[in-house]
């Protein structure tokens, strides 16, 4: 622009003494005006050319990079619709899990119900059959001692002996029949005590699949599923339900 102002200052001044001689050629000043109004307009469009072209390329390559960005907005949007089906595919199979989580607990507690019930059954029989032992001891204690005094008044009774002998062997009978009973009655209860060894074996092993059962859980609840070990956890629970229905 200086150089431009400093061009224009010779011209004029060029122009102006061309101008101050005696016959000044007005028809050559008007040349050279228009002669360095036209340069001017040259310099002028050049300067507007290498303007436009610098903008040009500046806009392609603004376009460029902004096409480049859009690129990366799709492969950035196409990326989040993936991730966004796999959180739902997620949650959907956490949903899942969760569910048959609270399925499998519930089995569960209804095993344990179960097998407390049995427990507690089996508990009323073998007190029902103490009491029961106990009542026949004591019937036993009353007849042996009827028959020990029976057998004092022996002497007594020897002029009835007809009628005291049929007493007797009466009486004999029912200690016999008493006697038969006490056997039976400690056999069931040998045999129940076998059994409610075997119950409290089976009860002991249930409790230790129970705890290693929560312990799965707890393995589970913390994220970690394992397909097989839901496999043999069903299997585990079918299998404590078939033996509470035995």
Known sequence: MWQLLCA??????????????????????????????????????????????????KIETLEQRLSGQQQEINDLIQRKIAVDEENARLKNEFSNLNQKFKDKSEELKDTEECAQKKEEQNRLVIKNLEEENKGLNTRCADLLN????????????????????ARIKNLEADITDTREQMKELNSKCSNLSSQL?????????????MTRTKEQEKWHSEGDVDVASSKDFGVYLTTLNCACVS
């Open 8 to 57: 224009d200052k010779e011209f004029v001044w060029s122009l102006w003494k061309r101008l101050q001689l005696s016959n000044p050629d007005l028809t050559q000043a008007v040349s050279l005006v228009v002669q360095r109004e036209k340069q001017k307009a040259e310099v002028k469009d050049r300067k507007v050319l290498e303007i436009l072209q610098a903008k040009d390329s």
């Open 146 to 165: 009827d028959l020990e005094k029976l057998r004092k008044q022996e002497v007594q009774w020897k002029t009835e002996k007809s009628g005291s002998d």
């Open 197 to 209: 060894a075997v119950k409290q074996e089976e009860l002991s092993q249930k409790e230790r699949d």
